[in-house]
């Protein structure tokens, strides 16, 4: 099992990784000279990385070249996520580049088309947790050793894009795989007895949201100057950037004066989409509204099927009152469940406001699983505080909570039912034993794939990186 689960953290680390230099040629026609590497083939990368080294390149994949300074980067990237790199070795890192570069490789060859729109919403976001972390632009650049934001964010565009290849081919290749019962039974016979994996206390939760009404005049304010900053770019002229930057609500694209590229199949709010797909260049868009609030749209520039969009987002406010009244409610309702006067589920069914949950008597699913089970030791910190201590069926205190525009709201949660911890049990883990089944077949494909388009493609490997001990044959003995 721990086999397993370390076969997959490997699988996914570039995915999450994400920051990785690279440099995308044309055609590989000349050896390249890598006299002037370290062997620090086996060193920790926190001994290696602290020498300094002329840049060099360490492998070239199908078209793909890694750099030494690939490495380096990858490693930074780890250190900047809070990343133990204690035990992490050059060739690690560097296999783990290798991979990524072979599945990108063959995603070309296979017609995989990865938008623009799509890698510029990337690198957009990870600039904005980039500045975020670090406190200002500057300071990103400075701590990636780069000269300018375009150089960096072209960067960033290129390896977001062969990160976002790599993702899409690993898909193609498992997502026709399926497990049977009777492989799923014979996966699970084939684990000795003492090997089995022991699976942590588990709870099933509900939960119930009762958010503040917005007042019908907060709504009105917010339109009403929407429309005031409208007519003032239509009519007078004025910058439509800089009045997102003075007072959009955004936070991930009021830096940019409330700038964002994106098409059809962008990750964004069916309405937002809908309103800005259907204006013409240098069009201004009425107020309208999402999930997120209220908005006015222009559209920058239409390329093909790509705009480049920006807006302004205000967020209408509660109350004092409204609070009041929704606190008043939620002490309410927690009274009637602990005293059996309601059911915790009709409760849910009845006034919570979350609408995702709130159909079934607001029990919750997992997102990482599916189901509704949820390993406590796993679980968010702030979660488990919440539900740790609670028995089966005893019903939280009121919890105040925030929606993602940062309004108060309120919860009540139970735990509906308790599995302590166990070693797996075929009829009653089915679920999570048919998931690792499947995860070890996807695995067995992805190496079977592996082994054979290594073998298909060019590929060399320079300097200290061809005395490393590699999970693939990378150096084709």
């Not at 048919?434 to 992805?446: H, M, P």
């Amino acid at each position: 099992m721990i086999k397993i689960t370390v076969l997959c953290a490997i699988l996914t680390f570039n995915v999450n990784a994400g920051l990785y230099a690279q440099e995308i040629i044309e055609s590989v026609t000349q050896e390249v000279d890598t006299t002037t590497t370290e062997a620090t083939a086996v060193a920790p990368l926190n001994e290696s990385f602290q020498r300094t080294k002329i840049d060099g390149v360490a492998a070239v994949i199908g078209e793909n070249v890694i750099l030494d300074s690939d490495v380096e980067t990858a490693y930074k990237q780890l250190v900047s996520e809070g990343v133990s790199t204690s035990d992490v070795s050059r060739c690690e890192l560097a296999g783990s580049l290798f991979e990524s570069k072979l599945y990108a490789h063959h995603a070309i060859q296979d017609s995989i088309i990865v938008k623009d729109a799509e890698v510029n919403s990337m690198v957009d976001q990870q600039l904005n947790y980039m500045t975020n972390e670090l406190g200002t632009v500057e300071k990103v650049l400075k701590f990636y050793k780069k000269d300018n934001l375009a150089e960096f964010k072209s960067e960033l565009f290129e390896i977001n894009k062969a990160n976002r290849l790599a993702e899409q081919m690993r898909t193609k290749i498992i997502k026709d795989i399926e497990v049977t019962p009777e492989e799923v039974r014979e996966f699970f016979d084939d684990i000795p007895k003492e090997e089995r994996p022991l699976f942590g206390t588990e709870v099933e939760l509900a939960q119930i949201v009762i958010e503040p009404e917005i007042p019908e005049e907060e709504e009105e304010k917010v339109v009403d100057r929407l429309k005031q900053f409208r007519e003032d770019i239509v009519e007078n002229g004025s910058s439509f950037a800089t009045k997102a930057v003075l007072y959009s609500q955004d936070p991930g694209s009021k830096s940019k004066g409330g700038k964002y590229t994106m098409d059809r199949q962008t990750n964004f709010a069916k309405e937002f989409k809908d309103v800005a797909f259907s204006l013409q260049e240098g069009e201004v868009s009425e107020p309208f509204k999402t999930d997120f609030g209220w908005h006015i749209v222009k559209v920058d520039k239409i390329r093909g099927e790509e705009i480049d969009v920006r807006h302004i987002l205000l967020i209408p406010d509660v109350t004092r009152a409204t609070v009041e009244e929704a606190k008043k409610l939620v002490d309410s309702l927690r009274r009637e469940i602990v005293s059996k006067t309601i059911d915790f589920k009709e409760a849910a069914r009845k006034f919570s406001d979350e609408k995702e949950t709130r159909e079934d008597g607001g029990q919750l699913l997992n997102p990482t699983t599916g189901d509704t089970h949820f390993e406590l030791s796993k679980i968010d910190p702030i979660l488990y505080d919440q539900v740790s201590k609670l028995k089966t069926n005893e019903v939280s205190l009121v919890i105040p909570d925030q929606d993602r525009q940062g309004r108060k709201k309120f919860k009540l949660i139970t735990v509906l039912n308790r599995h302590d911890e166990h070693i797996a049990d075929y009829a009653n883990d089915y679920l999570k034993i048919r998931e690792l089944a499947l995860r070890k077949k996807q695995i067995d494909a992805i190496r079977k794939w592996q082994s054979e388009k290594i073998m298909d493609t060019y590929i060399k490997v320079n300097g200290e990186y061809r005395d490393c001990e590699y999970s693939g044959n990378w150096l084709k003995k």
